[in-house]
């Protein structure tokens, strides 16, 4: 039975977007929402609405028992998670489906498998994807270390098996230091966690964060849709994402695509997953891999003309992929750059009323938020209140359209990091795609040393 009304387990711009997508098909929709959350937009234009909760989100979009409740009395036969909150919770999954309901996401035992790191990462190599390279497991004696760091090539990285918080890790840049260092880490390890036991990788000093965007129909056939680089970040959260990378070639696009495609076809993968990798002197280190939809999708759809919820609610019914890896062209670039309700430069968080708003617009320019001036913005969530998605030709027509729709983009009455990202177009770096997942700390670490002076 093909699915007709499916209940939106989100809220925010995602929600929203999963609602015009369904619609487009023909689709009815459900909103669920908490108290704080009655007069969002995603709720305004659903079909139908359920109060599943109060504020906080595990009273509301973490309660199980009220999404399904919801769901039944709703009459919906398929729940799309978006992204967050339970999108990656495999037990929610099984619920959904031992309910008759269309799960739209991944199979169950698959997000599972991916959501245990160690698990993955066997996974990962087991299906050919490039790991970081390093020891089996635990390296016992200074010898059995040696001969490790001699194999994966130095710098290399001593790492405590029950470390955290960079506790019992070392880098050691070349033979002479090794002892020495690997005597300082165990001391370290054994007296944070009463336990020294070590293990080694090879050290990536300065890599980008490249991500594979992939779809699979469950059958075990597997498409790619390209990479997004998603380097600029802050303390590990993205923050502004482009694809194509700037250093990938064509060439490489199309090996690497290649093989995380085959591996999800011999997984026997369903729905749209990511493939993240670290990326150093031209070689892909697998990461993790998340088994839902991306919050920067929309720079991927803007590359393929590709609808990737439209392909998740698809597959969710049974059909087959829309189209094959030979269907699929490149065109252009595209740059998504993440609006959030807070300070710019302090990231101090701002909720509050929004007294006016504008929109950026235009040829190419899409704005994927749920706000709207009188929205006041809760303080109980994720901060991100709007992405600004932009397409040109080239990259350089790229950046002087996001550059003019920033300018253009309007929000009164609370914080955001349009200024942040303002800034952060006219660096000589960005604008010759020089960067990596340590640059941005770096330059506000340097940004607010010269604003102190």
């Known amino acids: 039975m093909a699915i007709s009304r499916i209940l939106i387990a989100n809220r925010g711009e995602i929600a929203l977007r999963i609602h015009r997508a369904a619609h487009e098909m023909g689709i009815e929709t459900v909103a669920v929402h908490s108290t704080a959350d009655t007069d969002a937009m995603h709720v305004r234009l659903a079909d139908a609405a359920v109060c599943i909760g109060p504020p906080p989100a595990s009273e509301s979009y973490l309660n199980t028992a009220a999404i399904i409740s919801a769901a039944e009395i709703t009459g919906c036969d398929a729940i799309h998670p978006g992204y967050g909150f339970l999108s990656e919770n495999a037990q929610f999954a099984d619920i959904v489906e031992a309910h008759d309901i269309a799960w739209i996401g991944p199979k169950p035992d698959h997000i599972r498998t991916m959501g245990d790191k160690v698990q993955a990462k066997k996974t990962a190599g087991a299906l050919g994807l490039p790991l970081v390279p390093g020891s089996a497991g635990a390296v016992e004696t200074m010898d059995e270390i040696r001969a490790v760091a001699e194999e994966i090539g130095y710098p290399v990285l001593v790492k405590a098996a029950s470390g955290g918080g960079g506790r019992g890790m ?11 260092l690997v005597r300082q880490a165990k001391s370290e390890a054994k007296a944070a966690f009463g336990d020294d036991t070590m293990y080694l990788e090879k050290y990536l000093g300065n890599p980008r964060h490249i991500e594979f965007q992939v779809f699979g129909d469950g059958n075990g056939n597997a498409i790619h849709l390209g990479e997004r680089d998603c380097s600029l970040q802050r303390r590990h959260q993205k923050v502004f994402e482009e694809a194509p990378s700037p250093v990938i070639s064509a060439g490489e696009r199309t090996r690497m695509g290649g093989v995380v495609a085959q591996a999800m076809a011999e997984m026997g993968y369903r729905g749209a997953g990511t493939i993240e990798f670290l990326w150093e002197n031209g070689e892909f280190y697998f990461i993790e891999m998340n088994t ?18 439209r392909e998740q609610i698809r597959i969710a019914d049974g059909k087959n992929l829309s189209c094959s890896q030979e269907d699929i062209a490149f065109a252009g670039h595209a740059i998504e750059c993440r609006i959030n309700a807070e300070d710019p430069f302090t990231f101090a968080p701002s909720p509050g009323k929004i007294t006016y708003y504008h929109a950026a617009g235009g040829m190419h320019v899409r704005v994927d938020s749920g706000i709207y001036a009188g929205y006041s913005i809760p303080p109980y969530y994720d901060s991100m209140i709007a992405k600004l998605i932009v397409y040109g030709k080239t990259r350089e027509r790229c950046i002087m359209r996001l550059r003019r729709a920033l300018e253009e983009m309007v929000v009164e009455g609370v914080k955001t990091s349009i200024p942040l990202h303002e800034e952060l177009i006219r660096q000589p770096d960005i604008l010759e795609g020089n960067y990596t997942i340590k640059w941005l700390e770096e330059w506000l670490e340097k940004r607010g040393e010269a604003d102190a002076a």
């Open 292 to 309: 839902r939809l991306q919050v920067e999708h929309p720079v991927t759809e803007m590359i393929t003309g590709i609808d990737l919820v």
């Open 170 to 180: 070392k880098v050691i840049p070349s033979p002479d230091s090794l002892e020495n």
